[in-house]
């Protein structure tokens, strides 16, 4: 089975899954009962705040945190190398050396895809599944090996801890030429550049829960979770950024260009705590 065809059988049990009910009364008890039915279940959409959401953020981690916010929407997204040339600290993926564009995944509106299943496919790939997917490629950190963002069969504790890292982000997003292109410059990534900024509920309450209501219109707070495997891998609890981008998608019409940001989480500042001059972390590379 090749990558596309496994692509398309999981933006399938995405749908299906999303239509599922705890107390299904379309099918039969036996249908209900039966060992695939489970296996749909673990798709589920799941609309509750995960513990990542809802315990309180330490004071340290979120002054770092504060850091990062404050240069995106002040100076816009960075490459790595710019972060790297001006010496800071920061939290960069797997790469072996910074780069000098900034990273993301395009995606149209629903109307361009030949049906809804080919919209969800190209969303899943843009999140979880394809090449330089965001979530996948923004729980990377240096030094660590790309199997540890798979999580096949892992322990619950793995699980929790890539996780948490996936609500340690935010989404920033800008138009796109509707080229599939992943790089973009710096000088097309500025602030006036964005549509829309989608952080997680805890990460935006934490940072200025008032920020939506103070003339920037574009900063939208991603309150639901769902349940979604990374490049294949067990489900884990992820931020609803899909329903964050449908409806940028259905306000702009136009094709978008998304990029993820990575925020620290409690290890990163023992390991290597933020620099006071650090701009921001690296960006999706």
Same mark, same amino acid.
């Given at each position: 089975?090749? /990558?596309n065809?496994? +692509?398309? +059988?999981?933006?399938?049990?995405?749908?299906?899954?999303?239509?599922? %009910?705890?107390?299904?009364?379309?099918?039969s008890?036996?249908?209900?009962?039966?060992p695939?039915?489970?296996?749909?279940k673990? =798709?589920?959409?799941?609309?509750?705040?995960?513990?990542?959401?809802?315990k309180? #953020?330490?004071?340290?981690?979120?002054a770092a945190?504060?850091?990062?916010?404050?240069?995106?929407l002040?100076?816009? &997204?960075?490459?790595? !190398? %710019?972060?790297n040339?001006?010496?800071?600290?920061? =939290?960069?993926?797997?790469?072996n050396?910074?780069?000098?564009?900034?990273?993301?995944? %395009?995606?149209?509106?629903?109307?361009?895809? $030949?049906?809804?299943a080919?919209?969800e496919?190209? &969303?899943?790939?843009?999140?979880y599944?394809g090449?330089?997917s965001?979530?996948?490629?923004?729980?990377? $950190?240096?030094?660590?090996? !790309?199997?540890?963002r798979?999580?096949?069969?892992?322990?619950?504790?793995?699980?929790d801890?890539? !996780?948490e $890292?996936?609500?340690?982000? =935010? &989404?920033?997003?800008?138009n796109?030429?509707?080229?599939?292109? =992943?790089?973009k410059?710096?000088?097309? #990534? $500025?602030?006036q550049?964005?549509? @829309?900024?989608?952080?997680?509920?805890?990460?935006? /309450?934490?940072?200025?829960?008032?920020? %939506?209501?103070?003339?920037?219109?574009?900063?939208?707070?991603?309150?639901? #979770?769902?349940?979604?495997? &990374?490049?294949?891998?067990?489900?884990?609890?992820?931020?609803?950024?899909?329903?964050?981008i449908?409806?940028?998608?259905?306000?702009?019409?136009t094709? +978008?260009w998304?990029?993820?940001? /990575?925020?620290?989480?409690?290890h990163?500042?023992a390991? @290597?705590?933020?620099?006071?001059t650090?701009?921001?972390?690296?960006p999706?590379?």
């Open positions: 089975m090749n /990558r065809t496994k +692509i398309m +059988i999981c933006s399938n049990l995405l749908l299906m899954a999303d239509n599922i %009910t705890d107390k299904p009364t379309s099918i008890t036996e249908r209900s009962n039966h695939r039915w489970d296996f749909l673990r =798709f589920k959409k799941i609309r509750e705040r995960s513990p990542q959401v809802i309180e #953020t330490p004071a340290e981690l979120k945190r504060a850091k990062i916010i404050d240069s995106v002040s100076q816009g &997204l960075l490459a790595s !190398s %710019t972060v040339d001006q010496g800071g600290e920061f =939290f960069g993926s797997i790469d050396k910074p780069i000098p564009n900034v990273m993301g995944r %395009t995606l149209k509106p629903k109307e361009d895809y $030949r049906d809804q080919d919209f496919s190209a &969303l899943a790939q843009a999140l599944w090449d330089n965001c979530l996948p490629v923004v729980v990377e $950190r240096a030094g660590e090996g !790309s199997e540890e798979h999580l096949f069969r892992s322990t619950q504790a793995e699980k801890r890539i !996780s $890292r996936v609500f340690a982000s =935010f &989404l920033v997003i800008t796109s030429e509707g080229e599939p292109r =992943f790089d410059s710096e000088d097309q #990534t $500025r602030p550049d964005f549509i @829309a900024i989608l952080f997680p509920d805890q990460v935006l /309450r934490d940072y200025d829960p008032d920020l %939506t209501k103070t003339g920037n219109q574009n900063v939208k707070s991603v309150t639901g #979770t769902v349940s979604r495997g &990374l490049e294949m891998g067990d489900p884990i609890p992820v931020p609803d950024y899909e329903s964050g449908k409806k940028v998608l259905e306000e702009t019409k094709p +978008i998304i990029h993820a940001v /990575r925020l620290p989480v409690a990163d500042l390991q @290597a705590p933020l620099k006071a650090t701009p921001q972390a690296s999706l590379s």
